[in-house]
């Protein structure tokens, strides 16, 4: 299994190979009556929308860090590990890149609002039309699962925060004792 992540955390095609099946799960499980065609069509958009969006990102943050995509991967997964490289040049490659992170998370934050405020427009809509319908079950259904995404995304934007504090405090008090 841990194979399996590392494989999936380096490389991009096998990211992609993962998001195409999921796509072609997905559309056969909601869209039964499809024909089979449409399933893989339908997953070659979203596998090239959804590897677009990460190869981005890996390139953005990149040249933030100051290193390739690759070295990104690896920083981060110091990140999540807690692991503070001794390679002076990896440092100041962390430290761009836990600096870079720490400044969209804050950006983003002035946004959040309005993102779990939208959700939960939806979802109360959502109560409403199943209220006037007589139909219960799908729009509770509905507004539990936005319920739970808000919290799960509030959690993951904390301890990505926490991650990143922690790291910047480990690098800072290392950088102060080395010189």
């Known amino acids: 299994m ?18 195409f099946l999921l796509g072609v799960g997905i559309s056969a499980l909601f869209r039964p009556g499809e024909h089979p065609v449409l399933w893989v069509i339908k997953a070659a958009l979203y596998t090239a929308i959804g590897i677009t969006f990460v190869a981005v990102a890996r390139r953005k943050a990149g040249r933030a860090a100051g290193t390739d995509a690759r070295g990104v991967t690896d920083l981060a997964r110091k990140i999540r590990h807690r692991e503070v490289p001794e390679d002076p040049a990896e440092r ?3 430290r761009r890149l836990v600096a870079d992170q720490k400044g969209r998370i804050e950006r983003g ?23 006037v319908s007589g139909s219960w079950g799908f729009p509770l259904l ?20 926490d991650r990143l504090h922690a790291m910047e405090a480990a690098l800072g008090t290392d950088a102060r004792a080395h010189a």
Do not use: T
């Open 142 to 161: 509905f507004a539990l699962g936005v319920a739970v995404f808000c919290v799960w995304i509030l959690w993951v934007r904390r301890r990505n925060l």
């Open 2 to 19: 841990h194979r399996l992540k590392q494989r999936l955390d380096h490389s991009l095609p096998a990211q992609a190979v993962l998001i």
């Open 109 to 131: 934050r002035r946004w959040l609002p309005y993102s779990l405020g939208l959700m939960g427009l939806l979802a109360a809509g959502m109560l409403v039309l199943g209220a």
């Open 92 to 94: 100041d490659s962390m």
